[in-house]
């Protein structure tokens, strides 16, 4: 069954540092996501990628934050000058976009930020 | 007012029991309704989506929704100790848009 992947599956960066989270999305979907999640809270959506732009973003969104489809597989998600509170799992989702837009989460990455 | 709203539990039920989740949203421009599994350190896992009003069967899952009443309900038939975890409820308004999620019930199923 296809599904999305993750790497890294666990990373631990300085704060200030940049991070660089990467994603393969399922192969025919054409909308794709970065939600996270941080220890005992809910999952949060941060940022909506369609036809090479952002489409929606989230107020959590910002300048900090950067997603590229560098290829015709892989999406990432940039955190720079990282900090405490940015300490989370991250997570990609994919869809088709099509009726319904059912959305399929990839394991996630677990950030800390020390 | 919440987005997404549901009891954060622990809900505690007897293996072969059944569970009941509910969950109620505040946006009637909602279109689609979903609930997804996700057991600790894991990413969600979905397990039911609905879209109509009525109810949906999958399995020992059945999902029930009623737009006027702004309300989602999940029920689980013949609960496994497997089936203890958190269950997520997420809403969205249409193709292609970013789902809202409630902050989950744990389910506890106890032997």
């Known amino acids: 069954e296809p599904e999305v992947t993750q790497t890294p599956s666990h990373q631990v960066t300085q704060m200030g540092q940049e991070v660089i989270l990467r994603c393969v999305p399922i192969s025919n979907h054409l909308y794709f996501y970065w939600y996270r999640q941080i220890l005992g809270q809910k999952v949060e959506f941060l940022v909506s990628f369609y036809n090479n732009e952002i489409s929606e973003k989230s107020e959590i969104f910002d300048d900090q934050f950067s997603v590229e489809r560098p290829d015709g597989s892989n999406f990432t998600l940039k955190i720079r000058s990282t900090k405490l509170e940015d300490s989370a799992m991250y997570f990609c989702?994919?869809?088709?976009?099509?009726?319904?837009?059912?959305?399929?989460f990839g394991e996630g990455s677990w950030l800390t930020v020390v | 007012q919440k987005e997404v709203e549901q009891n954060s539990g622990p809900l505690s039920v007897p293996e072969g029991a059944i569970a009941s989740l509910n969950c109620t949203y505040s946006?009637?421009?909602?279109?689609?309704f979903f609930w997804y599994r996700q057991y600790s350190g894991k990413s969600p896992e979905l397990i039911m989506s609905?879209?109509?009003?009525g109810d949906k069967e999958d399995g020992r899952f059945t999902a029930q929704l009623n737009k006027a009443s702004q309300y989602v309900s999940l029920l689980i038939r013949d609960s496994q100790p497997s089936d203890s975890a958190t269950y997520l409820c997420?809403?969205?308004?249409?193709?292609?848009?970013?789902?809202?999620f409630g902050t989950g019930t744990r389910l506890q199923v106890t032997l």
């Open positions: 997420a809403v969205n308004k249409g193709t292609a848009s970013k789902l809202t």
């Open positions: 989702a994919s869809s088709t976009g099509g009726a319904g837009n059912t959305i399929y």
């Open positions: 946006d009637r421009v909602s279109q689609s």
């Open positions: 609905i879209y109509s009003n």
